[in-house]
């Protein structure tokens, strides 16, 4: 079959199922995006570069619709240039947040279209609001409500939708949930594992050391800010290592903002470490950025007790790998990750803004080994039985025979 990828960040979502489809030699892959690093062998990158608006001909409360429909007309001109040089795919697939997909149909009007729909933005009832420390006025309001334009006209390209999870679905107004399938994401359980000796062997990451006695909290996000509760996290750390002096912390995630809002100077690392000088012991700490993947699984294997926090919003693929881990989870108690874990049987939800409770929390886990135990053994037959990454590809191919018609 032939494929037409298109996500900005190759490869999105994509990864697990792109190196599944290129292992069929008989499969054709193409996968528009912005320019990156990243490669996939099998898999032909057709690159644009991202635009840059006139803001200030713009009005504010559409400037994210105005950028989405520009990726929109790249696209669609990087499509034509494709079937013109011979390339119809037999189904185009992609994230339909930025807008790459809107005029492509345009391209290919005979090709069916499954598209990843993420989030439905709203001003209240989830991350709006959700954190008091950083409030919103009413004069963001149409801004956020104008955040969803993509997606209606997302959905009245009358193709086929999918999301991750039933509460992302839910997010969606009534008469759109019924255009939009939940195929569950999962995680790969051959390589996220649990590893019973790394407990045994002295943990290192460059200098920062964790001998085998020691207890190690970890917390993990793409970026270090409030959206994945990194000041809340930050916060519960004096608390945490006044109690226990054999405890250590590593934090990973960048310097970037993926979600919410920018300083408007610094980062948030820069900021909460200024705001904390002086109240907890900075040798135990560890914030070593964005670290290579299997360092990042032995982070999480040789782990005594991870935090994932994060406001109501669309959970990350680290806390389905934590559970496929064995980890023994504290987690913020919103929706979203309430769908993955059930307070006291694979992990323990805590209120995601209280420092203090998720501090106490974590001393809780890691001072009782009989619980401890319990939730490690319990979050990987959760994986087990939930998050197998077989599972997943195996209902994406067959929900691509079912669009195409072919198997």
Request: glycine residues 8%.
């Amino acid at each position: 079959m032939r494929y037409l990828f298109v996500h900005q960040n190759f490869p999105g979502q994509y990864l697990h199922l792109l190196r599944h489809l290129a292992a069929d030699k008989s499969n054709e892959l193409v996968f528009i995006s912005e320019s990156n690093p990243n490669n996939i062998v099998g898999v032909r990158r057709v690159l644009y570069q991202a635009p840059k608006p006139d803001q200030e001909q713009v009005h504010p409360v559409v400037r994210d619709f105005d950028i989405a429909a520009r990726r929109g007309e790249i696209v669609a001109g990087l499509a034509g240039n494709l079937k013109r040089l011979g390339f119809t795919p037999d189904i185009i697939m992609g994230h339909h947040g930025w807008g790459e997909l809107l005029d492509i149909r345009d391209v290919y009007p005979d090709t069916p279209l499954l598209g990843y729909f993420e989030f439905y933005y709203a001003t209240d009832g989830q991350d709006v609001f959700y954190d008091k420390e950083f409030p919103i006025g009413p004069d963001r309001f149409p801004r956020i409500r104008a955040m969803n334009v993509v997606n209606h006209l997302a959905l009245a390209l009358d193709q086929h939708g999918q999301t991750p999870t039933q509460w992302q679905l839910t997010r969606y107004p009534e008469w759109a949930q019924k255009r939009i399938r939940v195929i569950r994401e999962g995680a790969r359980l051959d390589v996220c594992k649990p590893n019973p000796e790394a407990r045994q062997e002295e943990f290192a990451i460059g200098e920062f050391r964790v001998a085998p006695g020691e207890k190690l909290v970890t917390y993990v996000a793409r970026n270090l800010e409030p959206y994945r509760g990194f000041h809340t996290m930050m916060r519960a750390l004096p608390e945490l290592m006044a109690s226990r002096p054999d405890l250590k912390v590593v934090m990973v995630g960048g310097d970037d903002v993926s979600y919410g809002a920018r300083l408007s100077e610094g980062t948030w690392r820069e900021h909460l470490q200024k705001e904390l000088t002086g109240k907890y012991d900075e040798s135990r700490l560890l914030l070593p950025g964005q670290i290579p993947y299997d360092v990042y699984l032995r982070l999480l294997q040789r782990s005594d007790t991870h935090v994932y926090l994060t406001y109501p919003f669309v959970a990350s693929w680290s806390l389905r790998e934590a559970l496929a881990c064995g980890c023994a989870i504290v987690a913020a108690d919103v929706d979203s990750v309430a769908e993955f874990i059930t307070h006291g049987r694979n992990g323990l939800l805590v209120p995601g803004l209280d420092a203090g409770q998720i501090a106490r929390t974590v001393l809780e886990v890691l001072e009782d080994e009989k619980l401890n135990r319990k939730l490690r053994k319990a979050a990987r037959q959760y994986a087990e039985r939930h998050l197998d990454m077989n599972d997943y590809l195996a209902t994406m191919q067959a929900t691509i025979a079912e669009i195409t018609g072919q198997s």
